[in-house]
């Protein structure tokens, strides 16, 4: 037995929240760069998520919720690198999500879609929050209760993609 599924504390949910959005120009970009990229985001995901399912598909039930953006849905300018990465991430959750969804496992994927009002990017960009304005970022409680709704879904309605942005996004 796992350390992660202890009878007193057996493995419900789990979060994948890994990334790094870092522009860079097309004809900028080598293959080091995509590939570091794609292992933070799509490989990463895919080892995380192999660890949750073998603690959770021998109880049939469990969640696993990946964080996207929303280059999981689109790329901008300066950030092929992070889009192609984040698309990746997003195909292996529906991927998953069809697989294991009918063994009990709840997939999701969520896409952040704006900045995130916490320490890194206020700290990496700190007017960022003036420039935006009041309810101009994402509150770090508010994208938590989304995750809340969706570990609390019951089977008979789950979620398989969810967009969270701030209500001031341009989209």
């Known amino acids: 037995m796992s350390e992660a ?3 007193d504390a057996p493995l419900e949910v789990a979060v994948f929240n890994a990334g790094g959005n870092w522009p860079r120009p097309f004809r900028d970009m080598d293959g080091e ?3 570091g990229m794609w292992r933070v985001n799509a490989l990463a995901g895919f080892f ?3 660890a949750a399912l073998d603690v959770m598909l021998p109880r049939q039930r469990g969640v696993i919720l990946f964080t996207g953006a929303s280059g999981s849905l689109r790329g901008k300018a300066m950030f092929g690198g992070f889009a192609q990465a984040k698309a990746a991430l997003r195909a292996l959750a529906q991927s998953a999500s069809r697989e ?3 063994q009990g496992i709840h997939v999701a994927h969520v896409v952040i879609d704006g900045g ?3 320490d890194r990017l206020n700290a990496f ?3 960022m929050k003036d420039e935006k304005g009041p309810d ?3 509150d770090p409680d508010g994208i938590a209760e989304n995750y809340w709704t969706l570990f609390q879904q019951p089977r008979s309605a789950w979620t398989h993609e969810l967009d969270v942005r701030p209500w001031v ?3």
């Open 5 to 7: 599924d202890r009878p």
């Open 33 to 35: 760069f995509l590939e």
């Open 48 to 50: 995380f998520a192999k």
């Open 100 to 102: 294991f969804g009918p």
């Open 116 to 118: 995130i009002d916490g």
């Open 125 to 127: 960009l700190p007017g």
């Open 136 to 138: 101009g970022m994402l």
């Open 169 to 171: 996004e341009t989209w």
